[in-house]
């Protein structure tokens, strides 16, 4: 069973770009959730997505946005980089809501804005 | 607002030997709370978990316990192993009333070793 996948793994990015993070759940997941992970707020949900609905926003700018597909992939995108947007962002899926059966986190993309 | 804390950033243990993680949390709202293991450059990887109906969960090496009145959790790795080496992270969520749809409130993480 494929676990969850995200790509790109390493981004470059300049500041006042933008860029678009892609993750394709484990199948028959149908949340998706992101997170960011800084050395300075550690791990901080952005927001979650099931049947490609946002059901659920963490406490970040209009800037990071998400969407969801049919086939449950999601993407994140952030507009207008900051140097710091630099994170480790991180995309979890889950068959429910999560709960007692957790949340299986893919590798994560490593973004660098310069 | 930091709703979930694991007040020690470090924890060093002897191969063989008990490993302690803590947690404690301030929401009454959430209702699971889960262990979470991580590698550098890595996502987390779910270890355990416990609902709030319980005091007690047990998987292998690994326990968690539960204190509702002292809202704080621990998680036991008996016995440690060099490869248990890593940053361990306890998160919690809110499930019931739907209002926190796939948002884990973590904690800033404790790093573990287990020298050999």
């Known amino acids: 069973k494929a676990g969850v996948t995200q790509t790109p793994r390493y981004l470059i990015k300049t500041r006042g770009q933008q860029v678009t993070l892609s993750c394709s759940p484990i199948?028959?997941?149908?949340?998706v959730s992101w997170y960011q992970q800084t050395p300075g707020q550690g791990l901080q949900f952005l927001f979650e997505?099931?049947?490609?609905?946002?059901?659920n926003k963490g406490n970040f700018p209009g800037r990071f946005s998400g969407r969801q597909f049919s086939n449950s992939r999601s993407e994140m995108n952030v507009s207008t980089l900051e140097l710091g947007d630099s994170a480790l962002y991180l995309c979890a899926s889950s068959s429910t809501s999560g709960g007692l059966y957790g949340y299986t986190f893919g590798s994560g993309t490593r973004l660098t804005v310069v | 607002d930091q709703q979930v804390k694991q007040n020690s950033p470090s924890l060093s243990v002897q191969e063989g030997r008990i490993s302690i993680l803590n947690c404690d949390y301030t929401?009454?709202?959430?209702?699971?709370f889960l262990w979470y293991k991580k590698y550098p450059a890595e996502g987390p990887t779910f270890l355990i978990s416990?609902?709030?109906?319980?005091d007690k969960n047990e998987d292998g090496r690994f326990t968690v316990f539960l204190n509702k009145s002292a809202k704080h959790l621990s998680l036991h790795i008996v016995p440690s192993q060099p490869g248990d080496s890593a940053v361990y992270f306890c998160a919690a969520i809110a499930n019931a009333g739907g209002t926190s749809y796939g948002k884990l409130t973590f904690g800033q993480g404790t790093i573990l070793t287990v020298h050999p």
């Open positions: 199948s028959g997941h149908r949340s």
């Open positions: 929401n009454s709202m959430f209702d699971y």
């Open positions: 997505y099931f049947s490609e609905t946002q059901r």
């Open positions: 416990i609902s709030s109906i319980k």
